[in-house]
């Protein structure tokens, strides 16, 4: 996928903007929280949006703890919904591992390798960007989804 910056708000968009340190727990807690507002945004726990949505979180999430941690720094969450989309950003810090632009299917007996694949089936597009505002290190991996 390209690299885009983030979608301008409309009057009609709603938007959230979390920030989280590097751990394990915070990724859990970046998975409910969107989850949580997503429902005051009118899009219920458990419609297909809302599950795609929590399942594409839990990857970039994961993945910014796992790939994208430095030391003392933190990964920030970004919810943007509008008519008939919602987009999801996950930022970090880490400026030497970037993320493939493609998911490729990893090997059979690989342990890891498979949530970008997850998240290219879920949501409607996706990519990544320079993390912004510049000059801010790192990088943001988005997804957008259809509503």
């Known amino acids: 996928m390209k690299s885009e910056i983030p979608l301008p708000l409309s009057p009609n968009d709603a938007a959230s903007w979390m920030r989280f340190t590097s751990t394990p727990r915070s990724a859990r807690l970046a998975r409910r929280l969107t989850a949580v507002r997503l429902d005051q945004w009118g899009i219920p726990y458990d419609s297909p949006v809302s599950e795609a949505a929590v399942l594409i979180v839990a990857e970039l999430a994961g993945n910014a703890v796992t790939h994208g941690h430095v030391r003392g720094r933190n990964f920030s ?3 943007l919904c509008g008519p008939g989309r919602l987009r999801i950003e996950v930022s970090d810090t880490r400026t030497e591992a970037r993320v493939p632009r493609t998911a490729s299917a ?3 007996d690989d342990e890891n390798g498979r949530g970008l694949l997850l998240v ?3 949501a409607t ?3 990544v ?3 912004e505002p510049q000059p801010a290190p790192g990088k943001t991996v988005w997804a957008e989804l259809g509503h």
Do not use: D, F, I, K
């Open 120 to 122: 290219a089936a879920l």
């Open 125 to 127: 597009r996706w990519g």
């Open 106 to 108: 990893p090997r059979p």
């Open 77 to 79: 969450l970004r919810l």
């Open 129 to 131: 960007a320079e993390r």
